[in-house]
Each structure stands twice: as C-alpha cells, then as structure tokens.
C-alpha cells in the first residue's frame, strides 16, 4: 500500500535536483536523508541516539502516524469553511520538485474535488464537483520547476497578482504566464493552466 506518492521522472538533473534531494554526493547523503533521520530520531522516537535506518515500516509507521498526523498532517479535504467565508486559494507546485512530491497536491486536489461529489465520479473534469472546487481553489502544476524555484522550467510568476485579482476584482484565474531566466532575463514564457488542463504547444510562438 501507498504510503506517500512517489517523484516524477524527468526532474532528476540539475544542481537543485535528486543530487541535493535524493542521491546526495558522496560521501554526503541527500537532503531527504538528513530530514527524515531527524524526523525519526526528535519526533518519532524522541531518541537521539536511535538509527533511523532500522525504522520498520510495517511496524514503526502506524505509531508514528497515530503520534503525530493530527499535529502536522494538512491533509483534511474538507474547506467548506473557507469556501463559505468566500475565500479564494491559489496552490502551485513543481512537476520537477525532488523535495515534496509533486502527486501530494495533485492528490490532495482531487481529495477535495471528491469530498463535493461523494457519490458520483468526481475525476472526470466536466463534473459539478470540479466546478465548485474551481469556483474557490485552483491548483497550477509548474512543468520543470524544483521545489519552489529552479529547474528548467518556468518558474518565475506572480501568483500573488492572480489571486489580488480573483478576492478584489472578481477574475478567477483562467492562466498565468510563467517565464524561464537567463542571466536575469527571461528567454522563455509558457502559459499554466488550472489543474487538471495543461497548456500545449500549437506549433508556433
């Protein structure tokens, strides 16, 4: 059984990528080492000297969930506060981000979706379940982007304009340009779309 999604091929290159997150350089391991034996030895176990290596997944992760889920989980799909406050959300990740799995949001996003069709088939993007989500909460996958920047994507936009225009002027989001740097200017620019639309090439521009 899945316990949490797994990275997406493709974002394995590059000096912010699965070198610094996954594999590490020898002789040093990769971040996501270093975070998950601290989260095991302070948190889990509340042991300094315990080996996280030696962590049992069958027998170690359900008392670790019970332990601590409720603390630092942000899994719960149910918004429907937000929702009737009027708020508005804007989420992005990176399809290439080697930190966080970029399938946690994509997830979480249908979660969500699902929790506004509970007894229909809310994947199936013409449902009302997408439209109700759509009308509060938009998720932009980001082609190429690590974790929250870099790549060789486009990873420089301004999701915070966006949002100033769906609260103050009502215009929900259809898109935002994102652009690719080099040496500070861009050289790129491609269009994201909301989830689960992505933008495609027509072969000029």
């Not at 002789?27 to 080492?33: E, F, I, T, W």
């Not at 932009?140 to 949002?163: K, N, S, Y």
Request: glycine share 12%; net charge negative.
């Amino acid at each position: 059984a899945q316990i949490f999604p797994g990275y997406m091929p493709g974002g394995e290159d590059g000096p912010g990528g699965w070198a610094l997150y996954v594999s590490g350089s020898a002789p040093k391991r990769g971040a996501q080492y270093l975070y998950a034996d601290g989260f095991a030895r302070y948190m889990v176990k509340q042991d300094p000297a315990y080996d996280s290596l030696s962590f049992d997944y069958d027998r170690d992760m359900p008392a670790a969930i019970a332990k601590l889920s409720k603390a630092i989980d942000a899994v719960d799909p149910d918004l429907s506060g937000f929702e009737k406050r009027g708020g508005k959300l804007i989420q992005y990740h990176g399809w290439s981000d080697p930190g966080v799995s970029p399938m946690s949001s994509v997830l979480y996003y249908e979660s969500v979706v699902r929790r506004h069709d509970p007894g229909g088939n809310p994947l199936r993007p013409s449902s009302q379940a997408w439209h109700r989500t759509w009308d509060f909460y938009r998720l932009f996958m980001v082609p190429g982007m690590q974790h929250c920047c870099g790549g060789p994507g486009t990873d420089r936009f301004d999701a915070l304009a966006a949002l100033e225009d769906w609260v103050e002027r009502k215009t929900p989001p259809e898109r935002i340009v994102a652009a690719h740097l080099t040496d500070g200017k861009p050289d790129r620019t491609r269009p994201l779309c909301y989830y689960p639309d992505a933008a495609q090439w027509t072969g000029s521009g």
